[in-house]
């Protein structure tokens, strides 16, 4: 089956630790994407990435840090300097980042800071 | 920068009522405007979407219209079922990048 997947679903860290969410989609999509959601509110884009090997900061991308080396992975580096990392992050990717193309998400990673 | 204003929920309706869930939004250029819903604990799924300006988008009795000379992209439902709970979240695609509405929670009543 085609699709995005991300893991872990649910993820502890400690405060002061780097953590490193995962992202693999089999689409064949070239476009991906990383947001963020907190409770009650939308999205929020944190990087995207249009082709392999290169990549754009979002709307919130203190704190966080990505890697587009293969075109099907796209890995969400949290890292300690990012003060509230706590929230429910998606990855999305679509066949190309314009021309009205729509996104596929995964299903979440629910990520708490102890 | 680009915006997506959402009118505020949450909705509550009772089955086979009319839904209408109000955005509009603010770019430059010529954005695609979609509609996902999202599910408790899931990732979002694409409802409809459309293209540009008078295009229609409809998918499983929802509908919206791209509306240039209102900005707008409001969503549209004649008769709500309780499975339609859920979050919608309004979106445009400008330029390669994305912005989302903060969502409408809907929670249909039997």
């Known amino acids: 089956d085609g699709g995005i997947t991300q893991s872990p679903k649910y993820l502890f860290r400690k405060e002061g630790q780097n953590v490193t969410l995962s992202c693999e989609q089999n689409?064949?999509?070239?476009?991906m994407y990383w947001y963020r959601q907190d409770p009650g509110q939308g999205l929020r884009l944190i990087y995207y990435?249009?082709?392999?090997?290169?990549?754009q900061k979002g709307d919130i991308a203190e704190g966080y840090s990505v890697s587009r080396e293969k075109k099907e992975s796209f890995p969400l580096t949290v890292t300690s300097a990012q003060k509230n990392p706590t929230a429910f992050y998606l990855c999305a990717s679509s066949i190309a980042s314009g021309g009205g193309n729509e996104q596929f998400f995964g299903p979440g990673t629910r990520l708490t800071v102890l | 920068g680009d915006s997506v204003t959402q009118m505020e929920g949450p909705v509550t309706l009772s089955e086979e009522a009319f839904l209408t869930i109000n955005c509009t939004y603010t770019a430059t250029g010529y954005p695609s405007l979609f509609w996902y819903v999202q599910y408790p604990g899931e990732g979002l799924q694409l409802l409809l979407k459309?293209?540009?300006?008078?295009d229609k988008g409809s998918n499983k009795g929802f509908e919206a219209t791209y509306r240039k000379e209102t900005t707008s992209f409001h969503l549209e439902k004649g008769s709500v079922q309780v499975s339609d709970s859920a979050v919608y979240f309004c979106?445009?695609?400008?330029?390669?990048?994305?912005?989302f509405g903060d969502g409408t929670t809907l929670t249909v009543k039997p």
């Open positions: 979106a445009l695609l400008n330029a390669g990048k994305s912005t």
């Open positions: 689409l064949n999509h070239d476009a």
């Open positions: 459309a293209t540009k300006a008078d």
């Open positions: 990435s249009q082709i392999v090997n290169d990549f």
